[in-house]
């Protein structure tokens, strides 16, 4: 019996074995020689200045830059439901950047996810976008970065619960999960939409963060496509048909919006929209145009593409289901928010427009009220003031609960004032 | 009657509950230090401190404030016996025209309640929501780093390990 036992307990070990050696097998991808760091004389300006543009277009720096930290330097902590995962050093210092790696360890981190040293990476770096990234565009860049300032920096280790530390897993991710492609040229639409699309789909990766995520983090496609997704605490609201915009997202409003972080029809970029909007403001305004048609494309059929709807003012209602609410609104709110205010007056969105309060949760309505909005291009102008420090937890979800019913559309919000636990908890 | 605790004791005040707490302090209580500026939230003249956290009065409704004590500049010490913030900016010579300086101290009171020993980064976050027309901010943070070190902290460098 006890023999048998451990026959058996021998043949899973066995088993088990076997398929940890086939799985390192097929995780295995050999190092790519360290070259010396290039010199950056030997780069052609052109084209690291095509580098710097598309790399304000993939906004890099917002992952590969630690609050108060340098550029390209890493360390910015990206959350995850499985932990944390620290922005890498992208700067030519040879021992913590990527000095020692050559223009072909560059474009297989780039399109293959994997380190010089042949480390699988982790999607949080979204190679899934950039396989499709052409040769010319992955040699400018690698030309952009390795003519930067070299910053020693080691960002702190990542901190994922087990068993993710252990990189061959990524390798059974990949075979579900990538499936890499070139980005194809649709000859029906125009050269800008492609060029829209091709920037959108791969370095721009703005369905990182507005597409629904899986189990393992997988970016839903297909339907889901666009559907809205989280990110940095903050909701990122459905940009295809379910877009919840009040006012049409014409090309033009969103080429508005991407260079200036703010939309007087709509609302002012927040949370991690923010540095891409400051980014896209310093991109070349022809690829900015092009993100702004094919983005549009993309929200062609959602409600207020086909109607722009009146602007409904249920002051009566909301004051009667939250009185609380509208008291508070009252001495902290209206000075601002009301017609005529001085913020209306300045071109900031009035509040029936801003596209918050028309999603399906109230998770954007309540970071702006907790930690305020300061449009992140015009920075000089009037903005909004974080209420985190001001009002409780019930207070916010009161004003919250009468801005919906006054001025919001959609699902109903339920649970405010543990949602606003929940916001102050994962927003930063 | 809206009962409110200010600086240690009992305030009641017969007003609207909409009514910034900023109003209620100046014209009911008397309490002239905290400023209005712009009544936007853009400003920090009216700056003070609730539950040790700083917050615009001009934009917080006094019915909102409930058992959170309010602190305002009075509360921090008095011209014959001032309190370690207001003797640091004193002794810096910190205001000119002096009209930002209450909300000033009460956003350094603030931070050096959270921390004593706060980066210099922090430090400049923490006070950058008001505004100085007069352009004394190096005075201002010159002050602030004083406070720190009277009350037994001081501006740390972040790749230093405090003690």
Redesign the interface.
């Known amino acids: 019996m006890r023999g048998r036992r451990l026959k058996i307990a021998g043949v899973g070990i066995a088993i088990a074995g076997a398929v940890l050696a086939i799985l390192l097998a097929i995780a295995h991808r050999p190092a790519i020689a360290s070259i010396e760091r290039p010199d950056p004389r030997s780069f052609d300006p052109a084209v690291v200045a095509r580098g710097a543009n598309l790399a304000r277009i993939g906004n890099c720096v917002s992952c590969h830059q630690a609050e108060g930290g340098r550029p390209y330097a890493g360390g910015y902590p990206v959350t995850t439901p499985f932990g944390t995962i620290y922005g890498s050093n992208i700067t030519p210092d040879p021992d913590t950047g990527i000095g020692h790696w050559s223009r072909a360890a560059f474009a297989r981190a780039m399109r293959e996810g994997i380190g010089r040293n042949g480390r699988h990476l982790y999607p949080a770096f979204p190679y899934t976008h950039y396989a499709g990234v052409t040769d010319g565009d992955v040699d400018a860049l690698y030309a952009f970065l390795m003519t930067r300032p070299a910053v020693r920096a080691t960002p702190p280790d990542n901190d994922l619960i087990p068993p993710l530390g252990f990189r061959p897993l990524l390798a059974g991710w990949k075979l579900l999960f990538f499936q890499p492609a070139p980005i194809r040229v649709d000859p029906s639409q125009s050269a800008e939409w492609n060029r829209g699309r091709y920037l959108g789909e791969t370095l721009a990766h703005c369905s990182a963060c507005h597409s629904p995520r899986g189990l393992l983090q997988q970016e839903q496609r297909g339907a889901e496509a666009y559907a809205g997704g989280w990110s940095g605490g903050w909701y990122a609201p459905p940009i295809n048909a379910r877009s919840p915009a009040v006012r049409t997202w014409t090309p033009q409003r969103l080429e508005t919006y991407f260079r200036t972080g703010l939309s007087r029809d709509h609302a002012a970029a927040a949370g991690p929209m923010g540095p891409v909007t400051y980014n896209l403001a310093r991109a070349d305004p022809a690829d900015v145009r092009a993100l702004a048609r094919y983005y549009a494309w993309w929200m062609r059929n959602a409600p207020a593409a086909k109607v722009d709807p009146p602007l409904p003012d249920r002051r009566a209602l909301a004051e009667r289901q939250h009185p609380a609410g509208a008291r508070l609104y009252e001495g902290a709110c209206a000075t601002c928010h009301e017609p005529g205010a001085p913020m209306v007056v300045a071109g900031r969105p009035v509040l029936p427009l801003g596209t918050p309060l028309h999603e399906d949760n109230p998770r954007d309505t309540i970071q702006i009220i907790l930690q305020g909005l300061r449009p992140p291009v015009q920075a000089s102008g009037p903005y909004m003031p974080a209420y985190a420090d001001a009002l409780t937890d019930r207070q916010i979800a009161e004003i919250v609960g009468y801005l919906k019913v006054r001025h919001g559309s959609g699902s109903a919000w339920d649970d405010l004032e543990k949602e606003v636990a929940k916001a102050r908890e994962e927003g930063r | 009657m809206i009962e409110l605790n200010v600086n240690g004791g009992v305030a009641r005040a017969d007003v609207d ?4 707490l900023l109003y209620v302090l100046r014209d009911d209580l008397g309490l002239h230090a905290a400023k209005f500026g712009c ?4 400003c920090g003249a009216c700056t003070v401190l ?1 539950d040790d ?4 009065a001009c ?6 404030i ?1 058992e959170r004590a309010v602190t305002t500049v009075e509360g921090l010490g008095t011209t014959v016996e001032p309190g370690d913030v207001q003797r640091a900016f004193l002794q810096e010579q910190a205001g000119q025209c002096g009209y930002c300086i209450p909300g000033m101290i009460a956003r350094a009171e603030a931070l050096l309640r959270r921390t004593t020993t706060p980066t210099e ?1 922090e430090m400049r976050a923490a006070m950058a ?1 008001s505004l100085c027309r007069c352009g004394t901010h190096m005075r201002i943070l010159r002050a602030v780093r004083r406070a720190a070190v009277a009350r037994g902290g001081g501006i740390v460098d ?1 790749a230093e390990p405090v003690a």
């Open positions: 509950p909409a009514t910034p009544g936007l939230g853009q609730v956290r700083p917050v615009f934009l917080l409704p006094v019915g909102a409930g980064e929501p972040p």
